[in-house]
């Protein structure tokens, strides 16, 4: 069982940048894929990012290719999320998750949800 918590969640203003992290129990982070989805208001949950256990391989959304960037700390069983050019559109909640799978983009393969982060972006 993993248990994962976010953090890093605020309001910023368009054009700014935060960075979320993602804080995973356990002795096993190393062993899974991790990914960032978020979700809007009124819309389905999203996929953000993932990366690989090792830390090797990154995936993104086109939404967010070239802004966000996904990457880990297996020492310190984090994940993180760095956003840059924060946009109105970029407002969710962010949500972190573990997958067995290598490199996923599906939610359903997807085990274990953090509780999710807030990231408001103002115009």
């Known amino acids: 069982h993993v248990q994962l918590v976010e953090s890093g969640g605020r309001l910023v203003q368009a054009g700014g940048s935060l960075r979320l992290s993602c804080a995973a129990s356990?002795?096993?982070?190393?062993?899974?894929?991790m990914g960032w989805f978020r979700q809007a208001t009124g819309k389905e949950r999203e996929f953000v990012a993932v990366?690989?256990?090792?830390?090797?391989?990154?995936y993104y959304a086109d939404s967010v290719k070239g802004r966000f960037t996904i990457s880990r700390d297996n020492a310190k069983n984090t994940v993180y999320l760095r956003m840059n050019g924060l946009n109105p559109e970029d407002t969710a909640v962010y949500y972190c998750?573990?997958?067995?799978?290598?490199?996923?983009?599906?939610?359903?393969?997807?085990?274990?949800w953090g509780q999710g982060t807030q990231v408001t972006v103002s115009s």
């Open positions: 998750a573990s997958s067995s799978s290598l490199l996923p983009s599906v939610a359903d393969t997807y085990n274990y």
């Open positions: 356990g002795r096993t982070f190393s062993s899974y894929a």
């Open positions: 990366i690989s256990r090792s830390g090797g391989s990154t």
